[in-house]
């Protein structure tokens, strides 16, 4: 579904991001791990449209996405979200994600003039479905809570439903159990297995917590110093020594500490 070919993202003389190719299976759920600073956001906002490549190129089931805006992106079902999560903090949970959709008639000031029947129509619907995503992601109790006010779980949880509102294709999670506990992050992986095993949603996914990933991952890729070390299964990674030395430093006698995290 995704292919990087030769990814470069300089700056200054700093390669974030230095010669990475990969490709992303459709319909899996893939684990990007590495230590940090390897390069792993980066990667995603080259390929999400937030920054422009140096060289290289992406291509979206063929058709070379390089460069487009996040905008265009969006529309083709590909998004992203990010490590701290961006809400509209004073509008409900449920305002949140009817924002999310494009193409709304009571966006064009003409309409809500002359097409007030036809918004009210939309946002009637546009309510439902949202409501309908809350309940799915188990956080319906929250609907009329401003969004600024949940716990950090439940705002990961929230942006996790914007891309239900838009019926997503591809879904980039950065970081996604950063601060947060592990029952509401147990809740995160169950929405999104239910999400791809359910609605055909494909994730790649950014995360430094090896039972998440262990759980939820297959294939697990692994970047150290802007480069694409290994790929395979958590078990094949945890016994690369490449990956070992990426995390430690240090050779074979390590491999059972890095076998315990």
């Known amino acids: 579904m995704i292919v990087v ?9 700093f390669h974030a991001v230095d010669g990475a190719s ?9 684990g990007l791990i590495g230590p940090n600073g390897a390069g792993k956001t980066t990667l995603f906002n080259v390929i999400a449209g937030v920054l ?3 060289s290289g190129r992406v291509l979206m089931n063929g058709e070379d996405i390089t460069g487009l805006a996040p905008h265009a992106l969006f529309h083709k079902g590909l998004l992203r979200t990010f490590q701290v999560a961006h809400e509209f903090a004073s509008m409900s949970c449920r305002e949140n994600l009817m924002m999310v959709a ?7 000031l003409w309409n809500t003039w002359f097409g007030r029947k036809r918004s009210a129509d939309e ?8 409501d309908e995503v809350l309940a799915f992601l188990t956080i319906d109790h929250l609907a009329d809570h401003k969004a600024g006010e949940v716990s950090g779980g439940q705002k990961k949880l929230l942006e996790l439903g914007r891309t239900m ?3 997503a294709r591809i879904v980039f999670l950065d970081e ?7 029952t509401l992050l147990n809740t995160i992986g169950d929405a999104i297995i239910r999400l791809n095993k359910e609605r055909g949603y494909t994730f790649v996914v950014i995360e430094h917590d090896m039972d998440f990933i262990g759980r939820l991952c297959d294939p697990v890729i692994c970047m150290a110093e802007g480069k694409v070390l290994a790929q395979g299964t958590l078990a094949e990674i945890k016994a690369n020594e490449q990956v070992i030395e990426a995390y430690l430093g240090t050779g074979l006698k390590n491999k059972a500490q890095v076998g315990a995290q």
């Not at 946002?123 to 479905?129: D, G, N, P, S, V």
């Open 52 to 54: 422009k490549p140096t």
């Open 5 to 13: 070919e030769n990814m470069v993202k300089t700056f200054g003389g």
């Open 123 to 130: 946002e009637r619907a546009l309510k439902a479905k949202a």
């Open 165 to 167: 509102m838009v019926d």
């Open 22 to 30: 990969l490709e992303i299976s459709e319909g899996s759920i893939t």
């Open 176 to 182: 996604v159990g950063a601060g947060v506990n592990r």
């Open 102 to 108: 494009s193409g709304q008639s009571g966006e064009a």
